[in-house]
């Protein structure tokens, strides 16, 4: 079963709440169960972080700012103010921040302690509730059987749970530094039952809607609709949906975006031999279609999925043709973005695309009557591999063929057995008005995490188009776990400084109402 046996059952609660039933309004719901969600549930449930007594920070300008509002968490000081000076890896000030302070000199592979202190405090909990279509992790359980393996240098790891120590828990004879997407997706569901987080989880759930309704009381709240899975019947075998809708005074956007992958559109993209996931290429090595003996394959695309393409067809020896639209020494290009001591898989890749380009005008390398040697056996450590930066795909032809085109308009027209179109996904917006295109940097384009992600304030995450919606995760751009954790921080803060706002509010009405009874009484007394 894909629903949480522990977390809540919804129920159609429009009529009751359109009749005025106000506590079926919840604080904050989440779509999205994945490491965003996970991580925003859990500063959500009261784990709060504030500076360890002997807490230390190698950069010494954020040490001394931590130090001097130490009795503070982190949750009520200026992030912005924090987040001066601080640089890393990602764009989004919070997200550098945050990681900063769980992994100081992470890039460099340094196991430095973080200087932080997470104390529970369930006093300060906001009631939540997390939407997700399958167990909490999200997309990493559709990864599940992949030949991939991942770096284990914390990156990956959430608050209050040393991923290292679970997984030498989980595997007592672990050998080196690695975890399968399997194990990654495993640990996120064991870290929500580990923390307590489930009684907030609603799994098996797809939101279909999600719009703005105005209650009687003049305020407006969100309102979510979908289907629920549900086992039926006495042996629970049948599963059913059951429409559910949820209000709520705050909504989160966590989907990620590996709903829909990404097309070139061109012609004859729908042909057999095209491809559009990684998973379509291990079928076809399990099921042995695939092998040395196979004409080349054509990956398309300069990311880590289009990596591990790469990596699998290499070490299975089927020769590799490898095209994308960058120069290799694009900034921009992930591999320019990783330390090279921790991925050392995908620096072979980014050495493989550097070293072994296709000449231009010169002639064409036929990849299937190349021998394949192992580096003992041939100086060059990479044959059976070609790279063609700087190439787009124009056309696909019946029986196998590839027509790519340059810069200068020059085309190559490869023969293949198979392509693979690996060029990023698109999240499923379709419970949004206009996929939420309105939300976005540029509301005349579709939402693109890379291109067109949705506009928010830098510091809160709140839409800057949408108050009461927040947004987190690879919808505004971060496709490390290591840097949506930013995003929860600052959705947190925000949430909690609105809690802050609105009973000081409430105290000072009061407040002034004690005021003007007493005065009144005076009148009447006089």
């Known amino acids: 079963m894909l629903y949480c046996s522990q977390g809540p059952k919804l129920t159609n609660g429009q009529a009751q709440m359109e009749s005025g039933h106000a506590e079926l309004c919840r604080k904050l719901s989440i779509i999205g169960n994945g490491p965003s969600g996970i991580c925003l549930s859990y500063l959500l449930s009261g784990y709060t972080p504030y500076l360890s007594p002997n807490g230390f920070h190698p950069n010494p300008i954020l ?7 130490a009795h503070l968490s982190l949750l009520d000081q200026d ?3 924090l987040c001066e000076g601080v640089e890393g890896r990602s764009s989004n000030p919070v997200a550098v921040l945050f990681d900063a302070l769980l992994l100081p000199d992470g890039d460099f592979g340094v196991d430095c302690a973080s200087p932080l202190i997470w104390r529970h405090e369930p006093e300060r909990a906001t009631p939540h509730l997390v939407l997700g279509k399958g167990p909490p992790g999200g997309a990493w359980h559709a ?6 393996t991942l770096s284990l240098a914390n990156w990956m790891e959430l608050p209050g749970l040393k991923l290292k120590d679970w997984m030498r828990d989980k595997r007592k004879n672990l050998r080196n530094d690695r975890a399968t997407p399997a194990e990654i997706a495993s640990y996120y569901q064991h870290y929500v039952t580990k923390m307590g987080l489930e009684k907030s989880f609603a799994c098996g759930t797809t939101v279909t809607s999600l719009s703005r309704v105005s209650l009687e009381s003049d305020c407006s709240v969100w309102k979510i609709e979908g289907l629920q899975r549900s086992a039926n019947g006495d042996d629970g075998r049948e599963v059913i949906e059951v429409p559910f809708c949820v209000y709520s005074e705050n909504v989160v956007l966590a989907t990620g975006t590996h709903d829909i992958p990404a097309r070139l559109g061109v012609e004859g993209e729908n042909l057999s031999f095209v491809c559009h996931s990684f998973w379509e290429l291990e079928a076809a090595i399990s099921s042995g279609r695939l092998d040395h003996a196979s004409e080349p394959i054509l990956v398309v ?4 999925t ?3 393409a790469v990596l699998a067809a290499h070490h299975l020896n089927t020769p590799v043709y490898h095209a994308f639209r960058r120069p290799v020494t694009d900034p921009a290009l992930i591999f320019n973005q990783l330390p090279k001591l921790l991925y050392p898989e995908y620096h072979k890749v980014h050495q493989m695309m550097s070293q072994q380009q296709n000449k231009v005008r010169e002639t064409e390398v036929n990849l299937s009557n190349q021998a394949l040697t192992s580096p003992a056996e041939n100086s060059n450590p990479y044959t059976g591999y070609l790279s063609y930066p700087k190439h ?3 056309a696909f032809r019946p029986e196998g063929k590839c027509v790519l085109e340059d810069e200068g308009g020059l085309q190559t027209v490869l023969q293949v057995s198979m392509a693979l179109v690996l060029i990023g996904s698109h999240p499923n917006l379709s419970f949004l008005p206009e996929h939420g295109r309105s939300l976005g940097l540029d509301s005349e384009e579709p939402i693109s995490c890379r291109r067109n992600p949705f506009d928010v304030d830098p510091y809160t995450y709140e839409s800057a188009k949408e108050s009461g919606m927040y947004v987190m995760g690879p919808l505004v751009g971060e496709n490390f776990v290591r840097f949506l954790k930013g995003g929860a921080l600052a ?15 409430a105290t000072e009405h009061c407040k002034t109402s004690l005021l003007n009874i007493q005065l009144t009484n005076c009148t009447l007394e006089s």
């Open 301 to 304: 695309g300069a990311g880590l």
């Open 491 to 505: 959705i947190a803060s925000d949430i909690a400084r609105k809690q802050s706002t609105k009973r000081q509010s």
């Open 143 to 148: 990864m599940e059987g992949s030949m991939l």
């Open 392 to 394: 787009r795909v124009v």
């Open 79 to 81: 992030l912005e103010f």
């Open 63 to 69: 040490h001394n700012k931590l130090t001097e509002n």
């Open 306 to 308: 289009a990596a591990d």
